[in-house]
């Protein structure tokens, strides 16, 4: 894709045939672009369009200035194309500024259109400043290749001021930020000539006439290499100066600000405790995959939580088998210590228990306390990933317990007692079994991968074939129609099966 604004060159409006066909830009971001300039939503891409074919491509975010006028419109036609909004963490929650995904289906890309209605700049740690150049600077953006693009004179102001509030101030050189990345290098020599900074001096004059040319000259050479240290400081607090009117608090708190953050920030993300990961604005929500073995169930558990992970606050869980508790610990080590014993003998996992005492596989009370550990830490399990998606976060489960499966995930002690008369004590143990599975509710969202139990047995060579077919015909002979299930064909290939449950995933978020 060709970049739009080079040097000295001014733009040419095309004709809306011309406008569109980028071959290399994403199909949602170009239906996006089209819808936009169709309701002639008055916005543009008020960022890095050094690198704007990036944009184009779904690789860096859709940075988009929007006017406040179209607030309404613009998100309501984001809505429209399927984007869902997601919200950051509220230290980090910035006035003007919310945060949009699309799901691209050919490419099976997350698409961030990241939407300001304020020019909220400075450094990453706080953005204190608020320039009120909004109006001015949508009124500059003419049509490009894809997106509207403000005037190059536009861009440079505001990235010269970005870069000095966020690289060359006292603060920032203090906690090693002092120097710009290679992209930032890049942008400045993109906008940097001598037409569009005498073009830059004109807009200080008629929009930010505080800002005085000397200075902004003086922030631009501060960018360049080789300019002193002592220099890029000086400047730096200047520009502070002036834009105390724009500031969203006083410098010393903004100050003391970063400098917390600078330490907190690694220590809580070292520790799992902080991520840079966004929860749904919508609300979170418990998924749930289930299938027999050889649906390609976990795979698709893997590749959702890798694509949803990439912007997501994501948990994953198998229910099917769940993390043990410390009283399971403790149980299961004395089942084990009692079978070394030689007190009940060992059964091999996944293997039907019989109740003739006279049976060599009867597994005795101890194999029945065992599935009610189970039942219990299925539903600490659960209780957990319920609590982690009512605080917005997507949790991901690989099988579910459900009334209609009683091979794998269900209630275990009442069905395998049901040819015997049992004793009050197996009541016990099935009534305490049934209410922590009573205890677990549907997930927010149930996917059934189906798929013939002879080709699960094809699929699946590592586990006897019985149990394989067994497991898998469950599934296969549910009539799942009056659940809430999406029954996916876990048959199709891989790619098609991955793509049909993103699909379904996107859909309901």
């Known amino acids: 894709m060709d970049i739009i604004l080079k040097e000295t060159d001014t733009i040419r409006p095309r004709s809306q045939e011309e406008k569109i066909e980028d071959p290399a830009a994403l199909p949602t971001v170009r239906k996006l672009c089209e819808l936009l300039r169709t309701e002639q939503i008055n916005y543009c891409h008020w960022k890095s369009n050094a690198a704007i074919d990036r944009s184009a491509t779904g690789e860096n975010d859709l940075d988009l200035l929007v006017s406040r006028q179209d607030i309404q419109r613009f998100t309501e036609l984001l809505y429209q194309l399927g984007f ?102 890049r942008e400045l020599e993109f906008l940097l000539n001598p037409i569009t900074l005498e073009k830059a001096h004109s807009v200080l004059e008629q929009d930010l006439q505080f800002i005085k040319q000397e200075l902004f000259d003086g922030c631009v050479h501060a960018l360049k290499p080789g300019c002193s240290l002592w220099k890029r400081i000086w400047v730096g607090q200047q520009l502070q ?62 590749n959702l939580q890798q694509k949803l992970s990439e912007e997501f606050i994501v948990k994953k869980i198998h229910m099917g088998k769940p993390s043990w508790s410390l009283a399971t610990i403790l149980i299961r080590g004395l089942i084990k210590v009692g079978r070394s014993l030689g007190f009940y003998p060992f059964v091999k996992e996944g293997t039907e228990p019989s109740l003739d005492t006279n049976s060599p596989l009867f597994p005795g009370y101890p194999w029945l306390i065992r599935e009610v550990c189970t039942a219990r830490d299925r539903y600490l399990d659960y209780r957990r990933a319920r609590r982690f998606a009512s605080n917005g976060g997507l949790v991901i489960c690989d099988r579910f317990p459900l009334s209609q499966i009683k091979i794998m995930d269900g209630p275990q002690v009442e069905r395998v007692t049901r040819d015997i008369k049992p004793n009050s004590f197996i009541k016990m143990l099935a009534a305490v079994e049934h209410h922590y599975y009573r205890e677990i509710m549907l997930p927010d969202l149930l996917i059934v991968l189906r798929v013939d139990p002879e080709i699960c047995v094809q699929r699946k060579t590592d586990e006897p074939s019985d149990s394989v077919h067994s497991r898998s015909q469950e599934i296969w002979n549910i009539n799942w129609c009056g659940t809430p299930a999406y029954v996916i064909d876990g048959s199709q290939p891989k790619s098609k099966v991955m793509s049909d449950v993103m699909n379904v995933v996107w859909s309901n978020l």
Request: charged share 25%.
């Open 241 to 302: 100066n002036i834009l105390r009117c724009c500031a969203r608090r006083s410098q010393l708190e903004d100050v003391l600000l970063k400098l917390w953050r600078r330490v907190e920030y690694p220590v809580l993300y070292r520790l799992h405790i902080r991520t840079d990961k966004k929860c749904m604005a919508n609300g979170g929500m418990l998924i749930a995959l289930i299938g027999g073995d050889g649906s390609g169930k976990t795979t698709a558990v893997d």
């Open 84 to 185: 869902k909004e997601a919200n950051v963490l509220p230290d980090e929650k910035l006035p003007g500024i919310r945060d949009f995904y699309g799901y691209d289906v050919v490419t099976t890309r997350l698409v961030h259109v990241h939407a300001h209605f304020q020019l909220v700049l400075g450094h990453d740690f706080t953005k204190n400043y608020h320039l009120p150049l909004e109006n001015a600077y949508l009124e500059s953006a003419v049509e490009g290749d894809l997106f509207r693009i403000p005037a190059p004179e536009y861009e440079l102001v505001i990235f010269v001021i970005r870069m000095i509030l966020k690289h060359s101030t006292l603060d920032a050189i203090i906690m090693g930020h002092g120097k710009l990345s290679s992209s930032e290098r």
